[in-house]
């Protein structure tokens, strides 16, 4: 049974960092790409990060450019997102995915487990 967990959520301020954490049981995810995705309350899911089974490829949506950094330790079947100089806007449950591919991929659709997400609030 595959199964991901994230940690790290919290509440922080504006300016402020988080490292959310996922890790994945029943899966050994240097086979695959990964993925951030986020919901803001009524909002639709939106793509954040992904990064290739290698490690060496990395996409970032444009909210994310330049303040989200996304990692991986196959040693720790873990994989990471660092969030620094946080805004408002980047409010929501955060979901990790394994995606169906070795590639990275900004489409949701191309993965294949989730996790239950983590809650991720910033305060102005």
């Known amino acids: 049974q595959v199964q991901l967990v994230e940690s790290g959520g919290g509440l922080v301020q504006a300016g402020g960092s988080l490292g959310l954490s996922c890790a994945a049981s029943?899966?050994?995810?240097?086979?695959?790409?990964m993925g951030w995705f986020r919901q803001a309350p009524g909002k639709e899911r939106e793509f954040v990060a992904t990064i290739s089974w290698s490690g060496y490829s990395t996409s970032y949506a444009d909210s994310a450019k330049g303040r989200f950094i996304i990692s991986r330790d196959s040693a720790k079947n873990t994989v990471y997102l660092q969030i620094n100089k946080m805004k408002p806007e980047d409010t929501a449950v955060y979901y990790c995915?394994?995606?169906?591919?070795?590639?990275?991929?900004?489409?949701?659709?191309?993965?294949?487990?989730w996790g239950q997400g983590t809650q991720v609030t910033v305060s102005s």
């Open positions: 995915a394994v995606s169906k591919f070795r590639t990275i991929t900004t489409i949701g659709t191309k993965y294949s487990y």
């Open positions: 029943g899966l050994t995810l240097s086979n695959y790409a």
